[in-house]
């Protein structure tokens, strides 16, 4: 009887709450300050568009950075941040692309473009 109550508490301690929870929790709906979403690791501010009645959060962290020394390794949890609210009104970098495959050469624009690249827009 008691090894069901020992397995149960060793998974509960072995698996802790993931930062990539289901939901997120909003904490903030006034209109001075902004909408303020807790997505467990960080809390982000996101802007309001009344012209299209839409609620609008940009570069939303997904995970850390891949680059340097993390390029082609598994993707991390991003790290917790929950001293300050993040504006999340501005995209994040865009990840870089190959240009299209054609049989004349058209110059990219990269400029916003890098290897941390691990954001969301919502």
Not at 97 to 106: F, H, I, K, M
Request: overall charge neutral; aromatic content about 10%.
């Amino acid at each position: 009887m008691l090894l069901p109550v020992f397995l149960l508490a060793a998974l509960a301690h072995a698996s802790p709450r993931s930062p990539y929870s289901l939901y997120a929790r909003q904490i903030n709906t006034t209109a001075s300050s902004g909408l303020e979403v807790d997505v467990g690791y960080a809390i982000y501010r996101g802007t309001r568009n009344e012209t299209a009645n839409l609620n609008i959060w940009k570069g939303i962290r997904y995970g850390q950075d891949t680059s340097g020394k993390a390029r082609w390794q598994a993707p991390k949890a991003p790290e917790s941040n929950r001293t300050s609210v993040v504006e999340a009104d501005t995209y994040g970098s865009q990840c870089p692309q190959a240009p299209l495959a054609s049989s004349t050469y058209t110059a990219q624009d990269n400029s916003k473009t890098s290897e941390d690249c691990l954001f969301l827009n919502v």
